[in-house]
């Protein structure tokens, strides 16, 4: 399928593209601002679906918002000459339900999209979009999402005008999904106009404190509800705008002649993940838990977990390897320990079901009564 692209520049043009290119099947023809103004006639003559995105919503002057409907008059007359119908898909804005000068161009390019169904009898599908987010969504300048996760992630201030303020959003992928379920003939419109699904729905206070979050998650190390669907959203949307030379960031470690120890990830809901590192012929352990448990994974080097119920009874060993990963549960009410039984470190990833509280650890010290083997 041939395919025209209008904005294709822009921040949904861009993440279309990519995704009609990732999904193959069809020849791209990308029209944006720098195009030729020559090339209009012939991609419309020569495409099967229009994707018409391009627009303008911060002018200078007012007066510019006009371009939204002189352009898509443009573009509607290349498409009647070239007598194919060809079905157009306009991105427009929930604006165009107002009255103020950008909302009266969408609306009156929707007008000129819905006559030229109705004179061709062309399918359309117009989508009145609230604000999108996502990647490459250019900061300071449409998008409050943009601007606060570009800011935050840059240490920046932010403003917030009233920030009570309610505001709806799409993310770009559910737009994209939007898209090209419209342009398989696969999507209902409501009172004349398709919809993206889902809306989310938030303040200005709200979503600068969720990004702020994020940012904040790299010294506390609580990892965000990734349940919540806007939440796991507008997450990868924050690192999407990180600094090139952020994308790493250092935990805190805890070193000893033993080897090492460092909190990853904490989750209130999920427990905690922690990487522990354990020198060759080192012993590390040597207490039990009332009621926390814990997965033990080793990802480097070999060793051996032993166990030994309180008050007593046989001590359970498991060896555990890198060659071959395994988990090993932790129940509570057991004194257990892990000795490094190889020449390389032993790095085992550990999941704890609850946070580390330094003032109830739920920690106890105790030895593993075994005189066969002595710790070092």
Same mark, same amino acid.
């Given at each position: 399928?041939?395919?025209?692209?209008?904005?294709?520049?822009? +921040?949904?043009?861009?993440?279309?593209?990519?995704?009609?290119?990732?999904?193959?099947?069809?020849?791209?023809?990308?029209?944006?601002i720098?195009?030729?103004?020559?090339?209009?006639?012939? =991609?419309?003559?020569?495409?099967?679906?229009? +994707?018409?995105?391009?627009?303008?919503? @911060?002018?200078?002057?007012?007066?510019? +918002?006009?371009?939204?409907?002189?352009?898509?008059?443009?573009?509607?007359?290349?498409?009647?000459?070239? !007598?194919?119908?060809?079905?157009?898909?306009?991105?427009?804005?929930?604006?165009?339900?107002?009255?103020?000068?950008?909302?009266?161009?969408?609306?009156?390019?929707?007008?000129?999209?819905?006559?030229?169904?109705?004179?061709?009898?062309?399918?359309?599908?117009?989508? @009145?979009?609230?604000?999108?987010?996502?990647?490459?969504?250019?900061?300071? =300048?449409?998008?409050?999402?943009?601007?606060?996760?570009?800011?935050?992630?840059?240490?920046?201030?932010?403003?917030?005008?009233?920030?009570?303020?309610?505001?709806?959003?799409?993310? $770009?992928?559910?737009?994209?999904?939007?898209?090209?379920?419209?342009?398989?003939?696969?999507?209902?419109?409501?009172? !004349?106009?398709?919809?993206?699904?889902?809306?989310?729905?938030?303040?200005?206070?709200?979503?600068?404190?969720?990004?702020?979050?994020?940012?904040?998650?790299?010294?506390?190390?609580?990892?965000?509800?990734?349940?919540?669907?806007?939440?796991?959203?507008?997450?990868?949307?924050?690192?999407?705008?990180?600094?090139?030379?952020?994308?790493?960031?250092?935990?805190?470690?805890?070193?000893?002649?033993?080897?090492?120890?460092?909190?990853?990830l904490?989750?209130?809901?999920?427990?905690? $993940?922690?990487?522990?590192?354990?020198?060759?012929?080192?012993?590390? &352990? &040597?207490?039990?838990?009332?009621?926390?448990?814990?997965? +033990?994974?080793?990802?480097? &080097?070999? !060793?051996?977990?032993?166990?030994?119920?309180?008050?007593?009874?046989?001590?359970?060993?498991?060896?555990?390897?890198s060659?071959?990963?395994?988990?090993?549960?932790i129940?509570p009410?057991? $004194?257990?320990?892990?000795?490094?039984? !190889?020449s390389?470190d032993?790095?085992?990833? $550990?999941?704890?079901?609850?946070?580390?509280?330094?003032?109830?650890?739920?920690? =106890?010290?105790?030895?593993?009564?075994?005189?066969?083997?002595?710790?070092?």
């Amino acid at each position: 399928m041939k395919i025209l692209v209008t904005g294709s520049g822009g +921040f949904i043009g861009k993440n279309l593209c990519v995704q009609l290119e990732a999904l193959g099947d069809c020849q791209l023809s990308k029209y944006d601002i720098q195009t030729s103004p020559e090339l209009l006639e012939r =991609y419309a003559a020569d495409c099967d679906f229009v +994707f018409h995105l391009a627009g303008v919503n @911060r002018p200078e002057n007012p007066s510019e +918002f006009e371009e939204n409907y002189k352009f898509t008059s443009k573009l509607l007359k290349a498409l009647r000459n070239s !007598g194919k119908n060809t079905p157009v898909l306009m991105s427009s804005s929930i604006q165009a339900q107002l009255d103020n000068p950008y909302g009266r161009s969408k609306r009156k390019a929707e007008d000129l999209v819905k006559a030229y169904a109705h004179e061709t009898g062309a399918n359309i599908y117009i989508f @009145r979009l609230p604000g999108v987010f996502g990647k490459w969504c250019a900061p300071n =300048y449409n998008s409050v999402v943009a601007t606060f996760c570009h800011n935050i992630a840059r240490d920046l201030p932010v403003r917030m005008d009233d920030p009570d303020a309610e505001i709806s959003l799409v993310y $770009i992928d559910d737009v994209l999904q939007g898209f090209t379920a419209a342009l398989q003939g696969d999507i209902t419109k409501q009172n !004349g106009f398709c919809q993206v699904k889902p809306v989310h729905h938030t303040t200005v206070r709200e979503l600068e404190q969720t990004i702020r979050g994020f940012r904040d998650s790299r010294q506390n190390l609580e990892l965000a509800d990734m349940a919540e669907p806007l939440t796991r959203k507008l997450y990868s949307t924050y690192l999407s705008y990180l600094p090139d030379d952020k994308f790493c960031y250092a935990l805190k470690e805890h070193r000893d002649q033993r080897g090492a120890f460092a909190e990853c990830l904490k989750s209130a809901a999920g427990g905690q $993940i922690s990487v522990n590192i354990t020198r060759p012929g080192m012993t590390k &352990g &040597g207490h039990w838990h009332h009621t926390k448990t814990e997965k +033990f994974i080793a990802v480097n &080097g070999c !060793g051996l977990l032993r166990f030994q119920k309180l008050g007593g009874g046989d001590i359970l060993k498991y060896p555990i390897s890198s060659e071959k990963l395994e988990v090993v549960d932790i129940p509570p009410g057991y $004194i257990h320990d892990v000795t490094n039984t !190889g020449s390389s470190d032993l790095v085992l990833l $550990i999941w704890a079901s609850q946070l580390y509280d330094p003032v109830h650890p739920d920690t =106890y010290p105790a030895e593993i009564n075994d005189n066969s083997w002595k710790k070092e």
